[in-house]
Structure formats: C-alpha cells, structure tokens
C-alpha cells in the first residue's frame, strides 16, 4: 500500500484539516518536555500540523512525520500562514525511522502508533527508543477501548472498523497492563486514563 491510497490519506483528502486543537494535556507535555530541557522534537504521526504549529510558536525544533502527503500538505499551509519554519517528514511508522539513533530529545505521538498490526506498533516503539538520546522523554497516546459500530478482528487485540470515519484503518486495543509491557524498556514517569477509558497515555524517559 502506498502512502497515497492508504486510509489516512483519503481521510485528510475528504475531511481537510478536521483536527484543529491540540490534545488536552498538550500545554502540560509542552510544559514537561521543557522541564526536561527537550528541544528537539519529534512529532511521530503530525497529521495535518495541530501540535506541529504550536511546537514551533513554543521555539522548539520540531520535526513533523507522518504518511499521509495530504496531511504533510495541510501541515505546510498552516506552517506559511503562521510564518513558522519546520521539517516534515514523509514515512510509515510502522518501518524504520529516516532518522539517526539519537536524533531527539523528546517525542509526541498522539492516537497515532495504535493504527496498526501488533507487528507494526512494536516497530514503532522500537524506533521512539531508538530516536530518542538518553534521558529523552516520550507522551504516547493509544487507543483502550473499541468504538461503537461494526468491525472485524483481523487478529488478538487488533479490529478494522467496517464503516465510519476510519473505516479500514487498524486500531490495536490495548489494555493498561498490555501498554506498560510494551514499553518496559522506558522508566514510567506518569500513566493517565481519559475520555471513560477511550485513551490510555503514557509519560516515558528513556534511561
């Protein structure tokens, strides 16, 4: 699948820059990775550019990834509107980041590295690690529970809505106990539940 044909890029095509504000707890992520002294930040799955822009208004060195080339596009519009600079990155989570071991000082993906097979989540947070310097913090959020409507499971813990907005995209449902033993490698500074269980976001640094 390239990445012009896959699901989130036909969501960007149809539903354009459909998500305006950052995440809830953004100004506080923004507030621990500066804590942190995070400057070069990775934001793993950008979208169309909602935390992107403010990352860059916040004077942090901000990378943008994502796979879909809509989204890249809607994220460098608002970029040129804002007069900000930043660096967009084409690519699939699920592979080899196009990035050095140690590129980053902190990473952001939120309701992003779930959209996957378990085989291609591991690989995401195989690479979060890899990126990430020593002492680099991470805020991930993940998907804990299924949404109302029909779906298929294409295997344990992994469902393909069969209609709505994300129809045909993976969504790999982790439970609290499943997400902290994915990421054991990392020392857990912060867990937090949201939205009656829908979001399960962790705080990590990479000793």
Do not use: Y
């Not at 896959?6 to 809830?24: N, S, V």
């Not at 890899?130 to 298929?152: C, Q």
């Amino acid at each position: 699948m390239s990445s012009t044909d896959h699901p989130w890029d036909e969501i960007f095509k149809r539903e354009g820059r459909f998500f305006p504000e950052p995440f809830p707890r953004f100004n506080e992520v923004v507030q621990i990775f500066k804590d942190h002294s995070c400057l070069e930040i990775l934001d793993l799955g950008c979208g169309s550019g909602r935390h992107l822009v403010q990352f860059a208004k916040e004077g942090f060195k901000a990378i943008g990834l994502d796979i879909s080339p809509t989204g890249l596009n809607l994220t460098q519009e608002w970029v040129d509107e804002e007069g900000l600079e930043v660096n967009l990155v084409l690519a699939d989570m699920r592979k080899p980041l196009p990035f050095r071991a140690g590129s980053f000082t902190g990473v952001l993906s939120t309701q992003v590295i779930h959209h996957a097979r378990i085989v291609g989540v591991r690989s995401a947070i195989q690479e979060i690690w890899r990126v990430l310097v020593s002492g680099g913090v991470a805020f991930v959020t993940v998907s804990g529970r299924k949404d109302e409507g029909e779906f298929e499971e294409i295997e344990p813990g992994t469902i393909v809505p069969l209609s709505g907005p994300e129809k045909g995209l993976p969504h790999h449902i982790f439970s609290e106990e499943a997400l902290k033993e994915e990421f054991q490698n990392f020392h857990l500074l912060d867990f937090s539940v949201r939205a009656e269980g829908k979001v399960l976001a962790v705080l990590l640094r990479k000793p």
